[in-house]
């Protein structure tokens, strides 16, 4: 029986897929959790074998709290449930650990189909996450970025697009003020963004954070 966590920041999805899972005799559901920091400590306390992944959480983006789990429980499969998938975003939750991605428009079928793949030591992929993959490979540059964040940049990244200010920032992160603003400054000569707006729109299309208002 494999020991399950469920990381999704939606309470309606996440609620399903707990009263869908629980009385399966496959999984053990050990923990739930709506935030990434609250995730990473639940899943580094219970170490769970099997780990259901939001792409878009608050405090700690799905592409982050995954490098931080896969250094630290090496044998933890995971599959990833979002409601956003594009090349990027693809990209790098299979670099971070990922076994698996499935769109939430694909349905219940296709995740417990993903779930099972993976649990079962597989690889699992839903039929848009599928064809968006062909389309990589057809066309690598589809998927290509000029340069790679840090992960300390992404973290500023993602909390610039949710509206954070650089004191709070600061704050949150442990650093001083002028650390966040070299940060920010390099991010956006590597994404060639000049603006908040800007920053939130690809935060947005890359699937840090979800839309919650017009840019």
């Given at each position: ?11 309606a999805?996440?609620?399903?897929l ?10 053990k ?33 799905g592409?982050d ?9 090496k044998?933890?499969r995971?599959?990833v ?24 428009t694909?349905?219940?079928?296709e995740?417990?189909k ?7 030591g597989?690889t699992?992929f839903?039929?848009?996450v599928?064809?968006?993959l ?27 697009a949710e509206s954070?200010?650089?004191k ?15 940060h ?16 939130t ?7 840090l ?7």
């Amino acid at each position: 029986m494999n020991r399950l966590v469920i990381i999704e920041d939606q309470t309606a999805i996440r609620e399903m897929l707990v009263e869908i899972l629980r009385t399966d005799p496959s999984y053990k559901l050990v923990g739930e959790s709506g935030d990434g920091q609250s995730a990473l400590s639940l899943c580094l306390e219970v170490k769970p074998d099997l780990i259901v992944l939001d792409a878009k959480l608050p405090g700690l983006n799905g592409v982050d709290l995954l490098r931080r789990l896969s250094k630290q429980l090496k044998h933890v499969r995971v599959l990833v449930f979002s409601g956003h998938e594009n090349p990027v975003l693809v990209r790098e939750m299979l670099e971070a650990g990922a076994h698996g991605f499935v769109e939430k428009t694909a349905g219940l079928f296709e995740f417990k189909k993903g779930l099972e793949t993976v649990a079962s030591g597989g690889t699992y992929f839903g039929p848009a996450v599928a064809s968006l993959l062909r389309n990589v490979v057809a066309n690598p540059a589809a998927s290509d970025t000029a340069d790679f964040l840090t992960d300390r940049e992404r973290e500023i990244l993602q909390l610039v697009a949710e509206s954070h200010s650089t004191k709070e920032i600061a704050g949150k992160l442990g650093i001083s003020v002028k650390t966040v603003d070299n940060h920010r400054t390099n991010l956006m000569r590597k994404l060639n963004l000049h603006d908040v707006a800007s920053l939130t729109r690809y935060a947005v299309e890359t699937g840090l954070i979800a839309l919650k208002q017009p840019l």
